[in-house]
């Protein structure tokens, strides 16, 4: 894919989970060996450095420890990005993710092309918000200890492991500028849909991430659509725009409920697995007919790409702003007894009409960028006269 960001991870939200939980027996880690006599010669290797680790390594050795990063490297070995095996110390961190309530700092975090961490946004008027964090800041070290791109888990891990309270010192990279910033970690009840009415009937919702419930009982971003949509239809909607720009992804059934209240009945989209099965999900003949206008940008990810490409494909929806991220893979998630999990890539996705946008993005209708001066700024603290991205959005709904 062309572009800054060549990987999106998350401290908020990881990609499309379709599947969460799963859980397997802690003798199930054998699907991470070889098979066969690969497994044989593997076992011997292994047992033969570990004979020789004990009989002559001089320090004390945590066996626990070492198993644990053995594992971890085998699957970090596949080298792609979606894949990976999280100790029991950060498995749960992990699923707090894709939750609306988490202990944290609220920053969504990519790999930039330089193999250095880069911000892309960050959960409104949460604490890395508040502190003055911003798109294309540069994360160097967390508490002191520098990080590069290959290593972005553990910084990730590291800026989220300490209790609500706490602070995180983090050496920011800003226009060739160091800056240390300390930001306190909060229990964050993120909204992650936010609407208002504007003028001519004209409906706004902005929607930041595709998240389930929360142990906790927080909403999950379907039942805070849901209950945005009332109101804006109460108060005489007649059209809406949907904006998902800076939206990485989050879970698929939640975008799929979404999909379902705008679309008529068919495909929203499809999974292509491995051994070939194909899985469908799709929407039934009950929808909101108005007329639509989504709003995308190159940060716009994975189930944003989902809502966006069945819109476009239905011709539900026009299409306006940057090309979309491009992420048209899918991550399982299977849990451990020992309280250790994998997330591993399982299929690719495909748009109603058959298009994998995978590294490639979704292409808008009507392509804008936003003013130059706002290239580094969140939408959401661009007002809405200056937005050129929402004006065009304006402009081409009125006209629907």
């Known amino acids: 894919m062309t572009g800054k960001k060549k990987i999106v991870l998350t401290v908020i939200i990881t990609a499309i989970v379709s599947s969460v939980l799963t859980s397997f027996a802690k003798d199930a880690l054998f699907i991470l060996l070889p098979s066969g006599d690969d497994e044989i010669e593997f076992a011997k290797k292994l047992k033969t450095v570990n004979t020789i680790l004990d009989r002559e390594y001089l320090y004390d050795i945590d066996g626990d420890k070492l198993r644990e990063n053995a594992v971890k490297a085998y699957v970090d070995g596949l080298n792609e990005p979606y894949t990976h095996y999280y100790p029991a110390s950060e498995f749960s961190s992990y699923i707090s993710n894709i939750q609306d309530d988490y202990v944290g700092i609220g920053i969504v975090v990519g790999i930039n092309n330089d193999n250095l961490i880069e911000v892309i946004s960050s959960v409104e008027d949460g604490p890395a918000f508040n502190a003055g964090i911003v798109p294309g800041d540069i994360l160097k070290a967390v508490d002191g ?3 590069s791109g290959d290593k972005m888990s553990e910084a990730v891990n590291a ?9 995180v010192n ?13 930001v306190e970690r909060k229990t964050l009840t993120s909204e992650s849909v936010k609407s208002e009415m504007l003028e001519d009937d004209i409906g706004y919702m902005r929607i930041t991430g595709f998240n389930m419930q929360s142990e906790n009982g927080e909403q999950s971003t379907y039942t805070e659509f849901k209950e945005n949509m009332s109101k804006l239809q109460n108060s005489g909607m007649k059209k809406l725009i949907i904006d ?4 990485p992804g989050g879970v698929l059934t939640e975008v799929c409920n979404i999909a379902d209240e705008l679309l008529p009945e068919g495909t929203i989209t499809y999974m292509e697995y491995k051994n070939g099965e194909t899985k469908y999900y799709n929407s039934d003949n009950d929808y909101i007919d108005i007329p639509l206008v989504v709003l995308i940008n190159k940060n716009s990810a994975s189930a944003s790409e989902v809502l966006t490409g069945a819109l476009k494909d239905y011709g539900k929806a026009v299409i306006v702003g940057q090309n979309s991220y491009g992420k048209g893979i899918v991550q399982n998630v299977y849990s451990f007894s020992d309280g250790s999990g994998i997330s591993l890539t399982s299929a690719k996705y495909y748009t109603p009409n058959g298009i994998c946008i995978h590294e490639k993005g979704i292409e808008p209708d009507v392509k804008v960028d936003l003013y130059e001066e706002f290239n580094n700024s969140y939408v959401s603290l661009i007002e809405h006269d200056k937005d050129a991205q929402l004006q065009k959005a304006l402009e081409i709904i009125r006209e629907k």
């Open 170 to 182: 983090l050496s920011i990279i800003r226009n060739s500028e160091e800056i240390s910033i300390d």
């Open 159 to 167: 800026i989220k492991k300490g209790k609500e309270g706490t602070s």
């Open 244 to 247: 998902l720009r800076d939206n």
């Open 145 to 147: 200890v520098e990080y």
